[in-house]
Every structure is written in structure tokens, then in C-alpha cells.
T-cell receptor, first 111, second 115 residues
Framework: DSGVTQTPKHLITATGQRVTLRCSPR?????VYWYQQSLDQGLQFLIH???????AKGNILERFSAQQFPDLHSELNLSSLELGDSALYFC??????????FGPGTRLTVT | AQSVTQLDSQVPVFEEAPVELRCNYS??????LFWYVQYPNQGLQLLLK??????LVKSINGFEAEFNKSQTSFHLRKPSVHISDTAEYFC?????????????FGKGTKLTVNP
């Protein structure tokens, strides 16, 4: 158990819909990273937040957005969903450079 | 930009045999290197990492990896595998920019240990 929690574990929704994935980092970790794991693209970095502020963006679509709240939990919002958005979405929290602890992931299925 | 190449997408071995999972990365500057393991239907678990110091790093369950700067490699080895080592293994390198550390992953190697 990494100490990082993600909800929900599974999510099934239809094309065109909007969903929100939630991540609670390990106690005391200020950084939250989001990654997407798909069969086509493998594991890809999406976005990084540090203490409420966006620090870096990766291959994140404009239809996707994220935020980190004052209690340090983070949400990833995915809108206008397409079949190709079906994937595992991981968040990771980090106390310092060189240490990222991954949550169990949310499996999103778009039908 | 960094890139990671895992040369083998699948590696089948017999129980108690040795195994090597190969990983090469692109950068010539200082990097942090990682191996993560993903068991079926589970998340990513950190197996071992190289940040600095000794180039040989070890995990608690018998895996080891050696950082080779000249060959830009970080191969993972285990002298004797168990059925329970069956999983997918991902090599990753950090890309640090402006205080943000993103992980760049290889495509993964599926290790299957057969009895």
C-alpha cells in the first residue's frame, strides 16, 4: 500500500460525457502527478501540481483539466469523452525529487 | 526529450532460472532511473531506483539493477526467479524541468515465469 488513494476504482461511461477522478496523496506530500496508461500510448505523464499550483504539463488534451485543492487532494476532469480515452489513470504523490508513489489507478471505460 | 527503450516486450522463463530485463535511456545528462512493477490488475510499485552513489542498486526481493552511464543502460536482473515474479516491469527515467519531475516510461516488459 503506497498510501495514495484513488476513487473510483472503475468508471464506465458513454462518449460525450464528463467524469471526475479523485486522488488523495500520501500525508505530507505536496506534489501530485497524473499519468495515463493506455494500450496505444503506454504510460504517459499528463500534469503535475505542487501545493495547489500547476507546475508542468505533458501530453494532456485540452478536454482534460486538473486541480489541486487546499487539502492537497487532486481531481482530474475529463470531458467530451471519446472511445480513445479509455485507459488506466494513475496519480502519484511525491515528497521530493526522485520519489513518486503511485495510487492503484482508476480504470475508465468509455462506451 | 528523454526516451526509454525496453528491448524486450515479453520474456518467458522457467522458475529458478536467471533473468535480465533490458533498459536503455536517451539522455547523457544526470538522471534518476527507476524500475516499477505492475502485477495483473494492480497499480505501479517501485521496485528499485538509482539517484546517485553506488551504480548497483538492489530491491528487497532479490532484483538488482546496474547503472551504466557509458552505455546509457539500467538493466534489471534476478539470479533465480519465482512464479510470483510474473508481472509487467517498467523502466523509467526522470525529466526535470523547472522544479517538476516527470517520469518517462518505457513500453514495459512482460515477464512470465513458468513452472
Amino acid at each position: 500500500d503506497s498510501g495514495v488513494t484513488q476513487t473510483p476504482k472503475h468508471l464506465i461511461t458513454a462518449t460525450g460525457q464528463r467524469v471526475t477522478l479523485r486522488c488523495s496523496p500520501r500525508s505530507g506530500d505536496l506534489s501530485v502527478y497524473w499519468y495515463q496508461q493506455s494500450l496505444d500510448q503506454g504510460l504517459q505523464f499528463l500534469i503535475h501540481y505542487y501545493n495547489g499550483e500547476e507546475r508542468a504539463k505533458g501530453n494532456i488534451l485540452e478536454r482534460f483539466s486538473a486541480q489541486q485543492f487546499p487539502d492537497l487532494h487532486s481531481e482530474l476532469n475529463l470531458s467530451s469523452l471519446e472511445l480513445g480515452d479509455s485507459a488506466l489513470y494513475f496519480c502519484a504523490s511525491s515528497p521530493r525529487l526522485g520519489s513518486q508513489y503511485f495510487g492503484p489507478g482508476t480504470r475508465l471505460t468509455v462506451t | 526529450a528523454q526516451s526509454v527503450t525496453q528491448l524486450d516486450s515479453q520474456v518467458p522463463v522457467f522458475e529458478e532460472a536467471p533473468v535480465e530485463l533490458r533498459c536503455n535511456y536517451s539522455s547523457s545528462v544526470s538522471v534518476y532511473l527507476f524500475w516499477y512493477v505492475q502485477y495483473p490488475n494492480q497499480g505501479l510499485q517501485l521496485l528499485l531506483k538509482y539517484l546517485s552513489g553506488s551504480t548497483l542498486v538492489k530491491s528487497i526481493n532479490g532484483f538488482e539493477a546496474e547503472f551504466n552511464k557509458s552505455q546509457t543502460s539500467f538493466h534489471l536482473r534476478k539470479p533465480s526467479v519465482h512464479i510470483s515474479d510474473t508481472a509487467e516491469y517498467f523502466c523509467a527515467v526522470t525529466e526535470i524541468q523547472g522544479g517538476s519531475e516527470k517520469l518517462v516510461f518505457g513500453k514495459g516488459t512482460k515477464l512470465t515465469v513458468n513452472p
